[in-house]
């Protein structure tokens, strides 16, 4: 156990073998605290006031760019209404094996 302690810490892996980004914050969602930001430097008569509409519009961007990346967004509506329909039906029938099997008395619960 004392070797262990006085040996260096592993190398940290290259940087292509890092692990995939988190997903961003709930708050990175929110629009509410750039709008805020906007009306108080119009209230104030600021200068600011466009490196915030920039910063809102870099937002909306980013968004949109997140938006156009998730998985499923060409799917129509009637499409995954199918599908679930779908995967509806396949539950159905499974349960309905499942408790034709545990009717045929093939399979003993342990008892404990």
């Known amino acids: 156990a004392g070797r262990a302690a006085e ?9 292509e073998q890092k692990p995939p980004p988190l997903p961003p914050a709930q708050e990175e ?3 509410l605290p750039l709008v805020h930001d906007i009306i108080k430097c119009m ?15 870099n937002k909306f961007q980013e968004m949109r760019k997140l938006i156009s ?13 199918q599908q679930l329909q779908n995967l509806r039906e396949q539950v159905r029938t499974k349960n309905e094996l499942l408790q034709k099997y ?4 093939m399979f003993e619960i342990p008892k404990e």
Not at 69 to 74: F, K, V
Not at 102 to 105: E, H, Q
């Open 102 to 105: 545990k009717s045929l008395c």
């Open 7 to 15: 040996e260096p810490p592993p190398p940290e892996p290259p940087a």
């Open 69 to 81: 990346s998730m998985p499923g967004i060409g799917v129509s509506p009637e499409q995954q209404q």
């Open 29 to 31: 969602f929110s629009f």
């Open 43 to 57: 209230d104030k008569d600021s200068q600011d006031v466009h490196q915030v509409l920039n910063e809102l519009k």
